[in-house]
């Protein structure tokens, strides 16, 4: 299993950016696809964007998609989520999963490793 650590959350107004970052400590990072997902209060934890082993193939949920760019560096071991015109309905906790199988991170399944979140907020 690898282990993930997020950051790069905080608070912005909208229409502004922030670029979220997701360290994992693995030797084979670079056999790991990565995803975002994210949690609203009072809703359930719904799949932002994914990228496959390589950072060639990349997918995105329609709400977010033209305003999010997800990319990976594997000689840092580190996916990033980067989101420009944000909007108040993006608040929420922003979680980075890693799986050996790409297909499997838009369901995670209990292989699917958990980073901890980190917390975006939106203001109007």
């Known amino acids: 299993q690898v282990q993930l650590v997020e950051s790069g959350g905080g608070l912005v107004q909208a229409g502004g950016s922030l670029r979220l970052s997701c360290a994992a400590s693995?030797?084979?990072?670079?056999?790991?696809?990565m995803a975002w997902f994210r949690q609203a209060p009072g809703k359930e934890r719904e799949f932002v964007s994914a990228?496959?082993?390589?950072?060639?193939?990349?997918t995105y949920a329609d709400s977010v998609k033209g305003r999010f760019t997800i990319s990976r560096d594997n000689a840092e071991n580190t996916v990033y989520l980067q989101m420009t015109s944000l909007k108040p309905e993006d608040t929420g906790v922003y979680y980075c999963?890693?799986?050996?199988?790409?297909?499997?991170?838009?369901?995670?399944?209990?292989?699917?490793?958990w980073g901890q979140g980190t917390q975006v907020t939106v203001s109007s």
């Open positions: 999963a890693a799986d050996r199988l790409y297909s499997a991170l838009k369901t995670p399944r209990a292989e699917t490793n």
């Open positions: 693995a030797r084979t990072f670079s056999n790991y696809a």
């Open positions: 990228i496959n082993v390589s950072g060639r193939s990349t």
